[in-house]
């Protein structure tokens, strides 16, 4: 199902430090099939918190809603199997992602611009479900468990979601692909060891000996994203200066965007 109106019912803007920032939206016809899309504010700095957002479409009823956390600007597929047919995702990226190598010869500012438009075009071409998305600047490299703790509970209190998904790969294990990135790491800890209202799924390798929950994003899918010319090579083709390498699974070594996903499923408190 695709979305057809564009006028806004559902908005959120979010602050960790500041104030809410305003934002005025692209004329309608931008992207006559998807969400309405919110213009970056016309000054965006290091310490800005909110960049853009996109808002659920008139006339749609936001029903299990399911937060997914993301560290940066690709790795919502990271807990896309995660995601059931009639969920509504709204996409939390964290931070911009601007201390990547690939943007040493641009400004932090340009950098964090092209992530935003690579995790937009992404979304838009991929989701075929209303969907939410909103983008903040809290840090590459700098996260907190202070800082994702309160916008994680203040998400959670405005969408009242069924379930977080917190597609955050990190991983030491040999026998899997290994990856090491700060952010991935102080999200997957803070998120497991805080209590919380919703079931939590926590991405991790398939090497993990824990009791986990193994799934699958669709063939169909998973090729649209990752085979040759897919959404995904073409939106973060660019932050490995190439076509990322996608395998079935992270037990090949070297992929990490993989059509099976694990997860360790943290129940709720109850209270």
């Known amino acids: 199902m695709r979305c057809k ?16 920032l305003s934002f005025t ?20 700095n290091e ?6 957002t996109i808002k659920l479409p008139n006339g749609v009823a936001p029903k299990k809603i399911v937060l997914v ?17 009639d969920e509504t995702p709204v996409f939390m990226i964290l931070t ?25 075009y992404f979304l838009e071409k991929m989701m075929t479900r209303p969907y939410g998305l909103m983008i903040m600047d809290m840090g590459d490299l700098k996260l907190t468990r202070a800082g994702i703790r309160q916008a994680v509970r203040s998400a959670v209190k405005e969408y009242k979601p069924e379930k977080v998904i917190v597609a955050a790969y990190a991983n030491e294990i ?15 800890d803070t998120m497991s060891s805080g209590t919380w209202e919703v079931p939590v799924y926590l991405r991790v390798a398939s090497c993990v000996q824990s009791p ?13 994203a990752w085979g040759d010319g897919g959404f995904g090579q073409r939106a973060y083709g660019w ?6 390498p996608v395998g079935e699974s992270d037990k090949d070594g070297i992929s990490f965007f993989t059509r099976r996903q694990d997860f360790v499923v943290i129940e709720p408190v109850k209270r």
């Open 239 to 244: 932050l490995h200066g190439g076509n990322w």
């Open 47 to 52: 310490n800005s918190n909110v960049s853009r």
């Open 174 to 188: 040999s026998g899997c692909t290994v990856y090491k990135h700060r952010d991935h790491e102080i999200l997957y």
């Open 69 to 85: 956390l993301c560290p940066h600007p690709d790795d919502e597929y990271e807990g896309w199997a995660a995601l059931a047919d």
């Open 25 to 44: 939206c692209f004329p309608p016809n931008r992207h006559p099939d998807f969400p309405c899309i919110i213009k970056l504010p016309d000054r965006v």
């Open 5 to 20: 109106g564009v006028k806004v019912v559902l908005m959120l803007a979010l602050s960790v430090t500041a104030a809410a």
């Open 96 to 120: 911009l992602g601007e201390k990547t190598r690939h943007c040493k010869k641009i400004s932090a500012l340009d950098c964090k611009t092209k992530r935003i438009d690579s995790v937009t």
């Open 212 to 224: 986990k929950k193994t799934m699958y994003v669709d063939e169909k899918v998973h090729r649209q």
